[in-house]
């Protein structure tokens, strides 16, 4: 299981490959954020985070929210280190 960089919510496939070098350019179920895009540099992941926050820390698409997941867990998951393509400029 992955997780997103900005709010720790479970996705399917690794949001930047694999190789942490090839972002799926798929958005996030949860705070919208389009890996490769939002997510670039770590104080893009950082303002991103914030702004769902603040936004209430909701999923964009309620439907794909896993049953009983609380906002302090999903916080948990947030991977503690950020790809190796993140904070590179990407071709
Ligand atoms: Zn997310």
Redesign the pocket.
């Known amino acids: 299981m992955y997780h997103?960089?900005?709010?720790?919510?479970p996705?399917e496939e690794a949001p930047w490959g694999e190789d942490g070098r090839t972002p799926l350019f798929d958005l996030?179920?949860?705070?919208?954020?389009e890996f490769g895009y939002e997510d670039s540099t770590q104080a893009g992941v950082e303002r991103y985070r914030t702004a769902?926050l603040q936004g209430g820390g909701v999923w964009k698409n309620s439907k794909d929210k896993p049953a009983g997941l609380h906002l302090e867990q999903q916080l948990k998951w947030v991977p503690a280190k950020l790809p190796i393509g993140i904070a590179r400029r990407i071709a």
């Open positions: 997103c960089h900005v709010c720790g919510a996705v996030c179920p949860c705070c919208g954020c769902w």
